[in-house]
């Protein structure tokens, strides 16, 4: 196995096995999430209107890591993008419980940093808000 993948495995495999997410509570729940992000079909179509100090959600489950165009990402990003990270439920629902340790187990370096710094503490919330951005494509 490749070395520069054994934080990212270990990241999912701690992750806790999905429950019964549910997107339509995700959706309800991303009101937590617009003052800084906005969900913007790719023909200019707002699904929620947000702020632009995250990157748009359209489509994140599936992308790579810091890859939403005209987005500027911090170091810490960057980095698990370079290790080739792609979003996924089970990632998702990682970094949102700690976003700080998501990029530092992802990216190999325990001086990473992340600029998000909101938490979803409860695992339920984490989950139906990965399945509501699942059904975003």
Request: proline content about 7%; glycine content about 8%; hydrophobic content about 45%.
């Amino acid at each position: 196995m490749f070395k520069p993948l054994l934080p990212i495995l270990a990241l999912t495999l701690a992750a806790p096995a999905f429950a019964d997410p549910d997107a339509s509570e995700g959706e309800a729940n991303f009101k937590k999430c617009k003052s800084c992000h906005s969900i913007i079909a790719p023909d200019g179509t707002e699904i929620q209107k947000g702020g632009k100090t995250g990157p748009n959600l359209w489509g994140v489950v599936g992308r790579a890591v810091g890859s939403a165009p005209d987005f500027k990402y911090g170091d810490g990003i960057l980095a698990a993008n370079a290790k080739g990270v792609v979003w996924d439920e089970a990632q998702i629902v990682t970094y949102l419980a700690d976003p700080a340790a998501w990029v530092k187990a992802a990216t190999g370096n325990a001086a990473a940093k992340s600029k998000m710094t909101f938490k979803l503490p409860k695992t339920e919330d984490a989950e139906d808000m990965a399945a509501y951005l699942a059904t975003l494509k």
